[in-house]
């Protein structure tokens, strides 16, 4: 053993006297009735200290439970569980969406550029906070790793701080980075973080992929998601030159480009030379790729998602989705119809930088049809949808069909486009409803 090795060694046994590691079980007993916990979003949640926490639902009682998008089970969302646990989603995932139907969570409505500011200036106030974290470095610090957005003001908001440390969660670089002193208690785990697998890619979103890659020119800054479409935009920009990143989540999609130097980042003007994000969703192979990989930064949602910053980057490009698009260009992205389907996030703060961005691009992308063959260009949005992109924000819409170009338009000429680009089945009768409704 050489002597930096038993130096190493030694240090961590120093740590573990200093931070006493303890039980999940122990750890959660801090929580007590009527408390307010935040959960770590995205594939960081974690997922230990949240199921000791729902094992202790006889002792407690009105728990409000917050948190952004969460991977993995969230088993405090149990109805049967309202007594004890209370959900407030700042974005409806999957694992919670039903409760908004059972009474037993609530929504709030918040930018994702603006959630941390929730936190600084007390306005949500927070009892205690689960994270997981990568373990410390020989100097005590530790890495938020695949999610920062809004933790670290949440961290700072906390009167307790509970973590799990687990050796899987990758060591990003950026702003996650705090020192072990910061945790008031800490859990020690060796479990996976969640992965999403890479989605296979149908025809349509080919078409709609090779639609978007043609409106990007060489040396954009790219903001994309995860899912079918980002992933089939990625795979067309194979001869684009010198693409920059400044997203507010990066997936798999974009590590094959940047190992083709496609993604350099040279000419962004927001921390060139680096891809920026707030968190990161994918697979082992993303999360091993960022691993202590100083390319890859990792900033709050604040500042990746400020408008006035994303606007810096020259020919910044923002690719959102949508649940549907009207004659108008209003974009409902969050519910369908009344039901909660997900959250406002991002995607107001990238579609206004790219809007404001000299040589930018805001697009929005969508299937014509849904599923089940529902039309997704509609003469009016459904009754209490809600609009989270205005008419006033959208540079394209683009389907299978092609690209309706809404900038500067005219609302005459704004249907006109988007009808073209509908589902050929459903032109006629949106234009008939549309007339019969006006």
Same mark, same amino acid.
């Given at each position: 053993?050489?002597?930096?090795?038993? $130096?190493?060694?030694?240090?961590?046994?120093?740590?573990?006297?200093?931070?006493?590691?303890?039980?999940? *079980?122990q750890?959660?007993?801090?929580?007590?009735?009527?408390?307010?916990?935040?959960?770590?979003?995205g594939?960081?949640?974690?997922?230990?200290?949240?199921?000791?926490?729902?094992?202790?639902?006889?002792?407690?009682?009105?728990?409000e439970?917050?948190?952004?998008?969460?991977?993995?089970?969230?088993?405090?969302? +149990?109805?049967?569980?309202?007594? &004890?646990?209370?959900?407030?989603?700042?974005?409806?995932?999957?694992?919670?969406r039903?409760?908004?139907?059972?009474?037993?969570?609530?929504?709030?409505?918040?930018?994702?550029?603006?959630?941390?500011? $929730?936190?600084?200036?007390?306005?949500?106030?927070?009892?205690?906070?689960?994270?997981?974290?990568?373990?410390? +470095?020989?100097?005590?610090?530790?890495?938020?790793g695949?999610?920062?957005m809004?933790?670290?003001?949440?961290? &700072?908001?906390?009167?307790?701080?509970?973590?799990?440390?687990?050796?899987?969660?990758? #060591?990003?670089?950026?702003?996650?980075?705090?020192?072990?002193?910061?945790?008031?208690?800490?859990? *020690?785990?060796?479990?996976?973080?969640?992965?999403?697998?890479?989605?296979?890619?149908?025809?349509?979103?080919?078409?709609?992929?090779?639609?978007?890659?043609?409106?990007? +020119?060489?040396?954009?800054?790219?903001?994309?998601g995860?899912?079918?479409?980002?992933?089939?935009?990625l795979? #067309?920009?194979?001869?684009?030159?010198?693409?920059?990143?400044h997203?507010?989540?990066?997936?798999?999609?974009?590590?094959? $480009?940047?190992?083709?130097?496609?993604?350099?980042?040279n000419?962004?003007?927001?921390?060139p030379?680096?891809?920026?994000?707030?968190?990161?969703?994918?697979?082992?192979?993303?999360?091993?790729?960022?691993?202590?990989?100083?390319?890859?930064?990792? #900033?709050?949602s604040?500042?990746?998602?400020?408008?006035?910053?994303?606007?810096?980057?020259?020919?910044?490009?923002?690719?959102?989705?949508?649940?549907?698009?009207?004659? &108008?260009?209003?974009?409902?992205?969050? &519910?369908?119809?009344?039901?909660?389907?997900?959250?406002?996030? /991002?995607?107001?703060d990238?579609?206004?930088?790219?809007?404001?961005?000299? /040589?930018?691009?805001?697009?929005?992308a969508?299937?014509?049809?849904?599923?089940?063959?529902?039309? #997704?260009?509609?003469?009016?949005?459904?009754? /209490?949808?809600?609009?989270?992109?205005?008419r006033a924000?959208?540079?394209?819409?683009?389907?299978?069909?092609?690209?309706?170009?809404?900038? /500067?338009?005219?609302l005459?000429?704004?249907?006109?486009?988007?009808?073209?680009i509908?589902?050929?089945?459903?032109?006629?009768?949106?234009?008939?409803?549309?007339? *019969?409704q006006?």
């Amino acid at each position: 053993m050489s002597r930096v090795q038993f $130096l190493l060694i030694l240090y961590f046994i120093n740590l573990r006297i200093m931070y006493k590691s303890i039980s999940a *079980e122990q750890a959660v007993k801090i929580i007590k009735s009527g408390d307010r916990v935040y959960i770590q979003g995205g594939a960081a949640a974690p997922w230990t200290l949240i199921k000791a926490m729902t094992n202790r639902a006889p002792e407690l009682r009105n728990v409000e439970v917050c948190h952004l998008h969460t991977e993995g089970k969230a088993p405090y969302a +149990d109805p049967v569980l309202k007594d &004890s646990f209370m959900v407030n989603s700042f974005f409806v995932g999957s694992n919670v969406r039903h409760t908004l139907e059972a009474g037993n969570g609530s929504y709030t409505p918040v930018f994702l550029s603006e959630l941390p500011i $929730l936190f600084k200036r007390n306005i949500i106030d927070i009892d205690v906070i689960l994270i997981q974290v990568s373990p410390p +470095d020989k100097h005590g610090y530790c890495s938020l790793g695949t999610t920062v957005m809004a933790s670290i003001a949440a961290i &700072s908001n906390a009167t307790h701080v509970i973590a799990q440390i687990n050796p899987q969660m990758p #060591r990003t670089h950026g702003d996650g980075i705090i020192h072990i002193s910061e945790l008031n208690i800490f859990v *020690e785990v060796d479990e996976p973080i969640h992965e999403i697998p890479i989605p296979e890619i149908t025809e349509v979103e080919h078409k709609i992929g090779g639609f978007i890659a043609e409106l990007i +020119d060489d040396r954009s800054t790219l903001q994309m998601g995860i899912g079918k479409i980002p992933n089939a935009v990625l795979q #067309r920009l194979g001869n684009h030159k010198d693409l920059g990143l400044h997203s507010e989540m990066i997936s798999d999609g974009a590590i094959d $480009l940047i190992l083709k130097d496609v993604i350099t980042g040279n000419y962004k003007k927001v921390n060139p030379g680096r891809a920026m994000a707030t968190f990161l969703l994918g697979t082992r192979k993303l999360y091993d790729y960022v691993d202590d990989n100083p390319f890859i930064e990792m #900033r709050t949602s604040d500042f990746v998602n400020d408008a006035a910053i994303i606007r810096q980057n020259p020919k910044m490009v923002a690719i959102n989705s949508a649940v549907e698009v009207d004659l &108008s260009g209003q974009v409902c992205a969050d &519910s369908i119809g009344t039901k909660l389907y997900s959250g406002v996030g /991002g995607q107001v703060d990238f579609i206004r930088g790219a809007s404001l961005s000299e /040589g930018g691009k805001a697009i929005i992308a969508l299937p014509s049809t849904t599923k089940k063959g529902l039309n #997704r260009i509609v003469p009016f949005l459904k009754r /209490g949808a809600g609009v989270v992109t205005t008419r006033a924000n959208v540079h394209y819409v683009v389907t299978e069909y092609g690209v309706a170009n809404l900038y /500067g338009k005219t609302l005459q000429q704004r249907k006109k486009s988007l009808i073209e680009i509908a589902h050929p089945n459903f032109r006629e009768k949106i234009d008939r409803e549309y007339y *019969e409704q006006i």
